[in-house]
C-alpha cells in the first residue's frame, strides 16, 4: 500500500515536497515512481528511482527542477519540486513495481497510491 501527501496550492516559482509512504518491508527492494495527470489526459511520467537510490530518471519537462529521492529505513520515497510552474499543475501519484527497470507509461506499473493535488497559481 502507497500513500501520498504534501500537495497543495502554492504561487508560480515555489517549491512543494512530495511525499509518498510504503507499508510493504519490501518496499528497499522495488524502484519507485511518481507520475502526474490533468484531467481529460492520459498519466504522465515524472521520476523515478531505482531501488537503492543510486539511479535516477526525470522528464524533461522537470529535469533541473524536481528531484527524487528515497529513505528505504522510513519506507518513504520524496519528489522535492522546485521552480513551480502552472502547468506543473496536476494529480500526483507515486507508484511502484517489482521490475527493475519498468518503461515510463502508466500501464507498466503494477501498484499504485491515491493522488495527491498539486495547484500552482500564476
Known amino acids: 500500500q502507497l500513500q501520498a501527501s504534501g500537495g497543495g496550492l502554492v504561487q508560480a516559482g515555489g517549491s512543494l515536497r512530495l511525499s509518498c509512504a510504503a507499508s510493504?518491508?519490501?518496499?528497499?527492494?522495488?524502484?519507485m515512481a511518481w507520475f502526474r495527470q490533468t484531467p481529460g489526459k492520459e498519466r504522465e511520467f515524472v521520476a523515478s528511482?531505482?531501488?537503492?537510490?543510486?539511479?535516477?530518471y526525470y522528464a524533461d519537462s522537470v529535469k533541473g527542477r524536481f528531484t527524487i529521492s528515497r529513505d528505504n529505513a522510513k519506507n518513504t520515497v520524496y519528489l522535492q519540486m522546485n521552480s513551480l510552474k502552472p502547468e506543473d499543475t496536476a494529480l500526483y501519484y507515486c507508484a511502484t513495481d517489482r521490475s527493475l527497470s519498468p518503461p515510463r507509461t502508466a500501464s507498466s506499473w503494477s501498484y499504485w497510491g491515491q493522488g495527491t493535488q498539486v495547484t500552482v497559481s500564476s
Open positions: 510493504a518491508r519490501t518496499f528497499s527492494s522495488y524502484v
Open positions: 528511482i531505482s531501488w537503492s537510490g543510486g539511479r535516477q
